[in-house]
């Protein structure tokens, strides 16, 4: 698990390296151009132990020094990894956040043609909290069915009896709400690989649309967050939100 970073003394050199700003062995370069300051005064050396948050670059605070998260809208058509493929999700982010140290991670993933609310962060901390099933973090989605419902699909999501194709245990009760012939509103307290297409698919149904609208309380709505977008947040503030 990665480590949350507590503000510390560190090289001036491996901050601007963790951080994305480039290699250890620009950062004399930029010293001697008067680019970088600490505390507003001209550092005397790469390698002087500062605080990231007293150092500056072209007058600038550095970026998240202690941490990076991200509430993102995710497209549809876009992958959450690199082991698949297509467009990765980190492309819609400013190039340099790819360099951080921590890397950036998705909180768990959305399929590639599943869009919706997508927490990412290097918080290994946070990403395991949102991910444990002990903290009971539910996930909403919203989704599109290729046939009717048949009417007895409540009840299914509900018994905590659903068996996936594969899986040796059954689903954690779901609640599903009914918003349409064709579409429904479910809430899982679990996440299994293409769990909500899987669920359809063993009461023998097809998802044909799959948005994730909530993670907990926060919703996507509320964030005004168009497809693509994405907003920092700090992890107390996230917590708060998701409830
Ligand atoms: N369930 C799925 O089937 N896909 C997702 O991306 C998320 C939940």
Redesign the pocket.
């Known amino acids: 698990m990665t480590q949350k970073l507590e503000p510390k003394l560190e090289r001036l050199e491996k901050i601007m390296s963790r951080l994305g700003y480039g290699a250890r062995r620009d950062v004399p370069h930029w010293i001697r151009e008067g680019w970088l300051t600490v505390n507003g005064e001209k550092p005397k050396s790469a390698s002087v132990k500062v605080y990231a948050g007293d150092v500056e670059l072209d007058g600038e605070p550095l970026d998240h020094p202690f941490g990076l998260t991200v509430i993102y809208h995710k497209p549809l058509g876009t992958v959450c990894s690199r082991k698949e493929e297509g467009r990765i999700i980190f492309e819609d982010f400013p190039e340099r956040w790819l360099d951080r140290k921590p890397p950036l991670s998705s909180v768990g993933?959305?399929?590639k043609e599943?869009s919706g609310l997508l927490i990412v962060t290097d918080d290994g901390q946070l990403n395991h909290y949102l991910t444990s099933p002990k903290h009971h973090i539910s996930k909403t989605?919203e989704v599109t069915l290729d046939s009717p419902l048949q009417g007895n699909e409540v009840e299914t999501f509900a018994s905590g009896t659903l068996m996936l194709e594969a899986d040796d245990k059954p689903c954690l009760p779901a609640e599903l709400m009914i918003t349409g012939e064709k579409t429904v509103q479910v809430v899982l307290h679990e996440g299994r690989y293409?769990?909500?297409?899987?669920m359809f698919a063993a009461v023998g149904n097809h998802?044909t649309a799959?948005k994730?609208t909530h993670t907990g309380n926060l919703s996507l709505e509320s964030l005004n967050l168009q497809a693509g977008d994405y907003q920092t947040i700090e992890v107390e503030a996230l917590k708060q939100l998701i409830g």
């Open positions: 993933r959305l399929d599943t989605y293409h769990q909500v297409r899987r998802v799959l994730r």
